[in-house]
Each structure stands twice: as structure tokens, then as C-alpha cells.
Nanobody, 117 residues
Framework: QVQLVESGGGLVQPGGSLRLSCAAS????????MSWVRQAPGKGLEWVSA????????YYADSVKGRFTISRDNYKNTVYLQMNSLKPADTAVYLC??????????WGQGTQVTVSS
């Protein structure tokens, strides 16, 4: 059974940090690039970041560049999103997804991140 399970969300003050994790099972993790997307209240999905299958290439939306860092551990079948200098605009449900080319194959259920004082 394929699963992507996100964790690490929560409530943080502006300027704070969080580290999200996405644990994969039920498929060959290293065969897929991984992405993080987010959905703010009342808005559509926004792509945040992606990482190649090996982890050698990473990509970021302009809105998070310089503040967020994506990484992966293919031994632990886990992808991470380190989020620093958080802003209220970063408040959203964060989801991870496994992609193959343009196909978004598997999705997690998401973890809530709330940035508020």
C-alpha cells in the first residue's frame, strides 16, 4: 500500500523555523522526484519546492527561495522541507508528492503550518 505521511507542522511565530518530513512507503522512493506543495486557506495549490531522484538537483518557488531547503534521504525513504524565517503568508497545509516527469503519482494528506504571533 502506497503511503506518503507528512509530519512536523504546527504553530510558529513569524521568523521561526519548522522542519517538515514526508515518509514514503509502498513504492520505490528513489525512482521518483519529490515535491512539496501548499494550499493556503481559500486558495489553490501552490508548488513550493522539488528535488530530483538522487537529491542532486533542487528547485524552489520564488516566494520561498533563500528561506526553505528541500532534502531527501533515500535510505530512510523520507523527504524533508526545512523552513526558516517563516512569514504569516507561509500559513498553509503542506503536502508532499511523488512525481515521474509530469505525472504527479502519489500524494500525502498534508500537515498544517500556521505562522502567527
Amino acid at each position: 500500500q502506497v503511503q506518503l505521511v507528512e509530519s512536523g507542522g504546527g504553530l510558529v511565530q513569524p521568523g521561526g523555523s519548522l522542519r517538515l518530513s514526508c515518509a514514503a512507503s509502498g513504492f520505490t522512493f528513489s525512482n521518483y522526484a519529490m515535491s512539496w506543495v501548499r494550499q493556503a486557506p481559500g486558495k489553490g495549490l501552490e508548488w513550493v519546492s522539488a528535488i530530483s531522484r538522487s537529491g542532486g538537483s533542487t528547485y524552489y518557488a520564488d516566494s520561498v527561495k533563500g528561506r526553505f531547503t528541500i532534502s531527501r534521504d533515500n535510505y530512510k525513504n523520507t523527504v524533508y522541507l526545512q523552513m526558516n524565517s517563516l512569514k504569516p503568508a507561509d500559513t498553509a497545509v503542506y503536502l508532499c508528492a511523488a512525481t515521474a516527469g509530469t505525472i504527479w503519482r502519489y500524494w500525502g494528506q498534508g500537515t498544517q503550518v500556521t505562522v502567527s504571533s
